[in-house]
């Protein structure tokens, strides 16, 4: 989960991100109790 997002940011595409909070959460935020 945090792998793709770490290879966005350090891409070319990732340039256009600046200043945001990206969630990663490994998904715990869909597990629902």
């Known amino acids: ?3 793709g997002v770490a ?3 350090a891409s070319a595409a990732g ?3 600046t200043g945001a909070v990206v969630p990663v959460g490994g ?3 869909t597990i629902t109790e």
């Open 27 to 29: 998904g715990l935020s």
């Open 1 to 3: 989960d945090m792998a």
């Open 15 to 17: 340039a256009y991100v």
């Open 7 to 9: 290879i966005y940011l």
